[in-house]
């Protein structure tokens, strides 16, 4: 696949994925349908919307492709149902999560390098178009964030080191379909393994 085709298809993908965290965090808090597609809305375009603000890509892209709003919506009513039908358990909303953050981080940090920005603002790009959308997703919910908990299991870290993997291979000269594939399989193993084995890093506290 080569790399012009690339950015749309994570895009879908990530877009579904954060569509469906939206509707697992709403699970048990109340929330009817239409409550509850906003807030899939919201998880799936935060961070991109936020990105292309900071970049000044205006209108943001999901505003320019009206494939990408029609894909949220029905993943959410689909979704909705889903859940409505069968109990899954909370490490679903971390697994989706995570494969959400792993997708919108190699989103956004591949903007930024194709933006001819410097490194380390392709690597912030990337971080907040990872964890934003899941920011705005626990806030209205009335959780604290995932990337602020104390105990957060490698959230915000992970996209930084996985965006740093594929600027630094790009600056290699990996190609950008492999560097992406790289760069997203660090996110989401560092996000799973820190879940599974509850790798933090330290808590602040005074002595």
Known sequence: MNAPSLQPVLEHVGISVSAISGVLAARGKRIDLFGVVVLALVTAFGGGTVRDVLVGDVPVVWLRNPDYLL???????????????????????LVADAFALALFTMIGTRKGVSLELSASVAVLLGVVTGVTGGILRDVLTGEV??????????????????AIAFVALRAAGVAEPLATVAGAASVLSLRLAGIRWKISLPVFEPR
């Open 145 to 162: 964030p995932l990337v602020f908990q104390p105990e957060i299991h490698l959230y915000a870290t992970a996209a930084l080191l996985g």
């Open 71 to 93: 894909n949220a919506t029905l993943t959410a009513l689909a979704a909705f149902f889903v859940v409505r039908l069968r109990h899954l358990p909370r490490a679903a909303l």
